[in-house]
């Protein structure tokens, strides 16, 4: 064992492979949004809740909180590019990407694998992030879609395991 060096700490949790969803709103008639690898599904199913933490100093998390609704967009394999656009500090992170309005402004990439209307269930604040909790209104997903997979800080496929004969 080592002590947690932040850099060991980042590589060492980029072992954990993760799906990536994208969380988007329109606030004051512009979209808003990002991408986090550190969401969570299915911390409650009575009511549906779903969990992701951001930065304590995003600059983006301040503003999109501000929505009635926000869309979350489990992305799908193939949409690596629309990850680094959403994801990206230098440029527009919407420019000529097809979303899809829901209710209360939120906004939903389209093609992505789930689609969830969540608002803001609560914060807690956690070391140098905000665990943020979010309760699922609305939700469709799409059965045959494959997610989006990070690992190790790079895009992956899924692939099934090979199924054996327990004899």
């Keep these: ?93 919407f420019a000529g990407l097809d979303v899809l309005a829901g209710d209360g402004g939120a906004l939903f990439v389209a093609g992505s694998a789930l689609r969830l209307e969540c608002r803001v269930h609560a914060e807690h604040e956690s070391g140098d992030h905000i665990l943020v909790v979010l309760g699922v209104e609305r939700m469709e997903s799409i059965a045959d879609a494959e997610p989006l997979v990070y690992h190790r800080r790079t895009f992956r496929q899924m692939l099934a395991a090979p199924q054996r004969n327990i004899a």
């Design 1 to 93: 064992m080592t002590i947690c060096a932040r850099q060991e700490v980042e590589t060492a949790f980029s072992g954990f492979p993760s799906g990536v969803a994208a969380l988007t709103a329109v606030i004051d008639g512009e979209p808003v949004g990002f991408v986090s690898t550190s969401f969570t599904v299915g911390i409650s199913f009575d009511p549906p809740q779903v969990l992701f933490s951001v930065k304590q100093s995003s600059r983006t998390w301040p503003v999109l909180r501000r929505a009635e609704r926000i869309g979350v967009s489990v992305l799908a394999s193939g949409q690596e590019e629309t990850c680094r656009q959403l994801a990206s500090r230098s440029r527009d992170r």
